[in-house]
């Protein structure tokens, strides 16, 4: 197989843009499925109550708050 | 070149253009994404809706069923904007 093609860094680039968004998909899917265990608790209705879309966002949001505060105190015990 | 090739490709066989390259990685990656979510999905459903397996799906089952995989589709949309709301 030529792999000469994938030297080309306009190529590279495009290649990164996959992978950021591949990325970014792995993140909300691992996110989706553990804040579905946390927040809905029962049997699934055919809509959200407030309580669990609410759930569901703050979820998303402490998350990233927690993702932040354990990089700071990391970065605190260097 | 014969009179058949694509515009795209240069050399028969073993060359490929860049733009076929990042079709088939497209199309790759979204299946694998599908794969992926679909088999998210059955678990969690099952989990949810298949308490005591019977002889066949029931009624209750069914509708159980639809509904979390709505839910579900609809769970992973609320993270997704709630992801991208908190980065402004």
Known sequence: ?78 | MDSFSSPSSSSPSSQMSAEDFMDQLKVQLAQAYAEEFLETVRGKCFEKCITKPGSSLSGGESSCISRCVDRYIEATGIISRSLFNAQR
């Open chain 1, 1 to 78: 197989m030529d792999t000469s093609a994938l030297n080309n860094p306009q190529l590279q680039q495009l290649i990164n843009q996959e992978k950021e968004r591949a990325m970014a998909n792995e993140m909300i899917a691992k996110l989706t499925s553990a804040c579905w265990d946390k927040c809905i608790t029962g049997t699934p209705g055919s809509k959200f109550s407030s309580s669990e879309s609410s759930c569901l966002s703050n979820c998303a949001q402490r998350y990233m708050d927690m993702s932040i505060m354990i990089v700071k105190r990391f970065q605190s015990m260097q």
